[in-house]
Each structure stands twice: as C-alpha cells, then as structure tokens.
T-cell receptor, first 114, second 114 residues
Framework: DTAVSQTPKYLVTQMGNDKSIKCEQN?????MYWYKQDSKKFLKIMFS???????INETVPNRFSPKSPDKAHLNLHINSLELGDSAVYFC?????????????FGSGTRLTVV | AQKITQTQPGMFVQEKEAVTLDCTYD???????LFWYKQPSSGEMIFLIY??????QNATEGRYSLNFQKARKSANLVISASQLGDSAMYFC???????????FGAGTTVTVRA
C-alpha cells in the first residue's frame, strides 16, 4: 500500500491549459503539503493544510490553487499553465509538526509545459 | 528563516566504503528536527533518518547514521558499506518544532563506483 500517492506521475501539457494533480495519504496524518522541485533540484514548500485548513501559503502565483476536501486528500489545480511551471511537484504529509519524524513524501508528479 | 547548507554538490565513493555527507544549518529555534532524504534517479523522495535536537543519542537506521553536533549546528549523514544502489541525490532538511515547513539544503549527489 502506497502511503502518499500522487496522480498522475507524468503530465505533459500545452501553455495556457488548466491541469490538476491529486494526492491521497493513508497514514492517518492530519497535515498535507505541496512542494515544488525546480530544474536545479531545489525543493521549496508551496502550500500546507492542517485538518483541511490552509496554514501555509508561500509566495506562489494565484494560478495555483490547492484544495483539501478531507484530511486524506490534497489536490493542486493550476490555471493558465506557463513554461516556468515545468517542475516536479511533490505531495507530502505529516502528523502535526512532525516532531519525532514522520514527514512522508509522495513519488512526485513531473509537469512539463510545452 | 532557516538556512540549510550542503557544501558538497557531488561525491564519488568506492563500493563497500563509508561516505560522509555534510550538512550545517542555521536556526534560532531551540527545538527542531533534522531529516535526511534520498532521491534516486527515479525521482521519489525516500526518508532515511531523523534526529530531534534534544535527542541524547545520534540517530542510526541500518547503514545510515547521523553525526549530530548541536553546538556546531551540523548534522552529517554517514553511509557505511556503500552499495551501488546508494547512488542518488541526498537532501538534508530541518523543521522547527513549532512549525510545519521543512527547509531543504541544495542536495549532494553521491555516485558509488564498483
């Protein structure tokens, strides 16, 4: 059983399109995250939800909109895709602030905008 | 803001030898957690080891051990008896105990030679 699963794994789309990435965790965690890994492999947080409430919203274009229907799911919708949005997007989850460890990542979604 | 520094962009190690990956961090928070993740060429982020800032002993997980020197603000990862499958990028990360945001270093690429 995959603990944090993301779909799709690969996404190739044209500029201007709207796309969504889905994430689900079965760890019983109450906090979920979206991270972006750029072409230089640098990882940075984008959003975080705790018990369906948005708690972290970094400086991200408002074309990116996260949605958490319940504690186990966190989706990322991206409008009007741009070339610079090409990256790997990771979903992650934790129990609270992960004191003691337990910050688990999904396998990533490689988004390519052409 | 937390700053994580990994000064070694790339390293080569002979199979069966040990390798140490450096990580230093800068934080004013008295309580925090330190993580190491492995990212193989397939792209997923694999949790390796966790160290809490108040843990009395250095963390170990199989062939991975964390050399935690709190006064120096360093958390080096030691991989013993390197295997070809250890070839990957390794990320050091830190989270303050009252925070949800995991801050990452730039990563170190390890290549294990037969």
């Amino acid at each position: 059983d995959t603990a944090v699963s993301q779909t799709p794994k690969y996404l190739v789309t044209q500029m201007g399109n709207d796309k969504s990435i889905k994430c689900e965790q079965n760890l019983g965690h109450d906090t979920m995250y979206w991270y972006k890994q750029d072409s230089k492999k640098f990882l940075k947080i984008m959003f975080s939800y705790n018990n369906k409430e948005l708690i972290i919203n970094e400086t991200v274009p408002n074309r990116f909109s996260p949605k958490s229907p319940d504690k186990a799911h966190l989706n990322l919708h991206i409008n009007s895709l741009e070339l610079g949005d090409s990256a790997v997007y990771f979903c992650a989850s934790s129990l609270g602030t992960a004191s003691g460890g337990g910050y688990t990542f999904g396998s990533g979604t490689r988004l390519t905008v052409v | 803001a937390q700053k994580i520094t990994q000064t070694q962009p790339g390293m080569f190690v002979q199979e069966k030898e040990a390798v140490t990956l450096d990580c230093t961090y800068d934080t004013s928070d008295p309580s925090y957690g330190l993580f190491w993740y492995k990212q193989p060429s397939s792209g997923e982020m694999i949790f390796l080891i966790y160290q809490g800032s108040y843990d009395q002993q250095n963390a170990t997980e199989g062939r991975y051990s964390l050399n935690f020197q709190k006064a120096r603000k360093s958390a080096n990862l030691v991989i013993s008896a390197s295997q070809l499958g250890d070839s990957a990028m390794y990320f050091c990360a830190m989270i303050p105990s009252n925070d949800y945001k995991l801050s990452f270093g730039a990563g170190t690429t390890v290549t294990v030679r037969a």
